[in-house]
């Protein structure tokens, strides 16, 4: 807890100066380029003019940013796996490029790429998680250099300012080393790495495995040594805590629900540095576990509090969400047509969804879902 407590003093410290200097920088080079705006006199067009105009650079830096992410994971020796903007994701399977849809909460955008071949521990890493902010960076000083050697163009002088601004200011908040809200940024992640081996390890295996999956393998053919948490792993560090995570995801694929289910509170209980996103991500399995076990109400409604239901519902584009909603409403409160809807989302997001291995997965804890109905009615 000590580390924990020494992190959460270090953001603390860190994120005003952040900020601060984000404010610096937009109140003196934005001032003009709003200046400039207000010449013509504030109407509805001015501002909804500076709306679009913001989203679609702010769009254009999250494009930039992954591409950072896959050119400098290319050159460090990196396979292309994925690459999303918002929910439009391009996966390579094997047998080509497709495009899909899939969510991350949390995240506007993620570049997922195949690591080189190592020994887990030692492989480039420096480069490909800093790739986001170094291109952002290299957009924004390129804008403010046209920008000031241009002629002033009202449009485009707009559009280079605006560049530059968000350029750095993406810039900032993914390079500097932050823990914000439960998410690591990309430069705490490096410190991580470079600190410590076991991270390494950590991140080669999370990004190995995601090849593998996006290729169509599932969880449960994989060698089991690649889910051992390190015996001096730190739990306070987010990127070792994500292998307790795949262990249990690792279990429930292979139908090990007693195991998945300690392996789950021992994470929720002992692993502070785990990520707000893994914490409900293991609540939401503890539910199903118990729904497909005692199925005791009373610590159904436990698990089931109103902040997971906020999160099941911010993630119900989810196979998982709509498999353990399905085995909500059929197995505790024996809603038939509810469960149905369900199921109807369910296959319709597959539809869209990107990782085949889990389409299957998903299908057969179904299945598994509707053999406890059965039963039940049947006693």
Not at 128 to 157: D, R
Not at 212 to 218: D, V
Request: net charge positive; proline share 3%; with cysteine.
């Amino acid at each position: 807890m000590g580390k924990k407590k020494e992190n959460k003093s270090k953001n603390n410290i860190l994120l005003p100066i952040v900020f601060a200097i984000i404010g610096a920088v937009c109140g003196f080079l934005g001032g003009k380029a709003i200046g400039e705006r207000l010449e013509d006199g504030v109407n509805l067009w001015t501002v909804i003019y500076s709306i679009v105009l913001i989203y679609i650079v702010i769009l254009v830096h999250i494009i930039v940013h992954e591409a950072g992410h896959l050119f400098f994971g290319k050159i460090s020796g990196y396979g292309y796996v994925s690459f999303r903007i918002g929910k439009f994701m391009f996966i390579s399977d094997g047998r080509g490029v497709k495009l899909k849809k899939y969510t991350v909460v949390g995240t506007m955008g993620q570049c997922l790429m195949m690591p080189p071949e190592s020994d887990e521990y030692n492989y480039p890493y420096i480069l490909y998680n800093l790739g986001g902010s170094l291109a952002n960076i290299i957009l924004a000083l390129l804008s403010l250099f046209l920008y000031k050697i241009l002629p002033e163009i009202q449009h485009l002088s707009s559009i280079l300012i605006n560049l530059f601004i968000i350029g750095t200011i993406f810039a900032l908040i993914n390079g500097i080393p932050l823990n914000i809200g439960g998410i690591a940024n990309d430069g705490y992640n490096i410190v991580c790495l470079i600190k410590d081996r076991e991270s390494r390890r950590a991140v080669w295996l999370q990004l190995y495995i995601n090849g593998l999956i996006t290729r169509g393998t599932r969880l449960r053919d994989m060698p089991e040594d690649w889910f051992q948490l390190p015996g001096n792993g730190d739990l306070s560090n987010p990127l070792i805590c994500t292998i307790g995570v795949l262990k249990n995801n690792y279990l429930c694929d292979k139908k090990q629900f007693d195991d998945a289910k300690q392996m789950a509170e021992f994470l929720l209980q002992n692993a502070p540095g785990m990520l707000e996103v893994h914490k409900n991500e293991l609540l939401c399995d503890l539910l199903f576990y118990e729904i497909m076990g005692p199925c005791r109400r009373e610590e159904i409604d436990k698990i089931y509090t109103k902040q997971l239901k906020k999160y099941i519902k911010a993630t119900s584009s989810y196979l998982a969400r709509r498999r353990l909603l399905y085995a909500y409403e059929l197995l505790v409160k024996k809603d038939k047509e509810q469960a149905q809807r369900q199921l109807r989302e369910f296959e319709k997001a597959t539809r869209t969804y990107p990782y085949t291995a889990e389409i299957e997965g998903e299908r057969e804890l179904i299945d598994m879902v509707n053999k406890k109905a059965e039963l039940n009615f049947n006693t």
